[in-house]
């Protein structure tokens, strides 16, 4: 363990901290000068920011590379997309405690995610996306942003902050817009410098314990690209911004779905390609990882301490899939047998079961 990996080490965690810190900050004073929720500005500009890393990764390949660029977006895309509620909402809701769910999210936003979900499978079937597929999903992303900003201030205009009328936001009102959106800047900045930092010393340390480049890559790697958001959620849980938390996480997942893969497919030079693994397994499960969102989510509109327990060990159990079968290792179909025929099962009848104790509760509640 070298110096600098030690260097990188303390120095990307502490960057991770005061870059959640900074874009928290930013982002709900954002939200307070403009009577927008946080909530909503966690669908938005939270998410945006955090999902920026995957998007000029992204992007970059396609400009950089020659006939096979293009197959680590979707790669970052769904990877992203189930570190993203597996492991941060997971770990969020673990930690930080309930996490509170808006009802918006359950009866919009989530639905959205996982239509878009089904679309990007749909649009893979043939092996590839194309331009005209990425200029689609662009659009949708507009529409939804737009529509999603244009109804919260309708909806809002009851509860909008004056801040020249209320003494309690003297300090806000007097304090320049452009220091609020620096640090929004400044905390995206560290969030993807801390992430880099932490990979880069995360990966030389597993090298020399001697872990395989592969397991160092569907691994650290692999978790490095989500850090910012992890680190985000997860402190916005233990700040008390537990709907920023839920908001950042599944607004993520719809700007990876329309922005970094609708980008990149309509700034490629060639299709998409998508890998035929990609389809079988890895897109499905992220739809399953959407789709159990919803009785989760619907269980009391909050996402309980042992729900984010449960997210969390089904990404290890994710992960360690990935190693058993790209390592080719002898116990990969044992293990896959007792995940699809028993575990994933009995999790689903659960969820099942709570979805629907929640939804009677809510309407004899009425």
Request: aromatic share 4%; net charge negative; proline share 3%.
């Amino acid at each position: 363990m070298t110096p600098l990996s030690i260097v990188l080490l303390v120095g990307g965690v502490i960057a991770l901290v005061l870059g959640a810190e900074a874009l928290i900050r930013g982002a709900t004073r954002i939200a307070a000068r403009t009577g927008l929720s946080t909530v909503v500005i966690g669908l938005t500009v939270v998410a945006f920011g955090t999902s920026a890393p995957e998007l000029a990764v992204s992007v970059g390949d396609v400009v950089r590379g020659g006939d096979e660029a293009g197959g680590i977006a979707l790669g970052n895309v769904v990877g992203s997309n189930i570190a993203n509620v597996l492991l941060a909402l997971g770990i969020s809701a673990a930690v930080g405690g309930s996490l509170v769910v808006a009802r918006r999210i359950i009866r919009i936003d989530v639905p959205i995610m996982i239509g878009a979900s089904v679309l990007v499978l749909l649009m893979s079937l043939n092996g590839e996306i194309d331009r005209l597929e990425g200029f689609s999903l662009v659009t949708l992303l507009v529409v939804y942003v737009t529509w999603t900003v244009v109804s919260a201030r309708q909806g809002n205009n009851d509860i909008r902050l004056d801040l020249n009328d209320d003494p309690s936001n003297e300090a806000l009102a007097e304090a320049p817009v452009w220091k609020d959106l620096g640090f929004i800047a400044a905390g995206l900045a560290l969030l993807v410098g801390g992430s880099q930092a932490l990979v880069s010393a995360a990966t030389d340390i597993a090298a020399e314990l001697g872990v395989s480049d592969l397991v160092i890559g569907l691994t650290v790697v692999a978790i490095g690209t989500s850090l910012p958001e992890v680190a985000t959620s997860v402190l916005a849980a233990l700040r008390g911004e537990r709907d920023l938390a839920v908001g950042n996480a599944i607004g993520s997942n719809l700007f990876n779905l329309l922005a970094v893969l609708g980008v990149t497919a309509s700034v490629s030079p060639n299709v998409i390609p998508v890998a035929h693994g990609a389809i079988q397994v890895d897109i499905p499960v992220m739809i399953a990882v959407a789709v159990a969102c919803v009785p989760i989510f619907a269980n009391g509109h909050v996402l309980a301490r042992w729900e984010g327990a449960l997210f969390f060990l089904f990404y290890i159990g994710y992960i360690t899939w990935l190693i058993l079968d790209a390592a080719d290792h002898s116990v990969r179909t044992d293990y896959g047998n007792a995940m699809l025929y028993f575990v994933i099962p009995i999790t689903a009848l659960t969820l099942t079961v709570i979805g629907v104790r929640s939804q009677r509760k809510e309407l004899s509640a009425r």
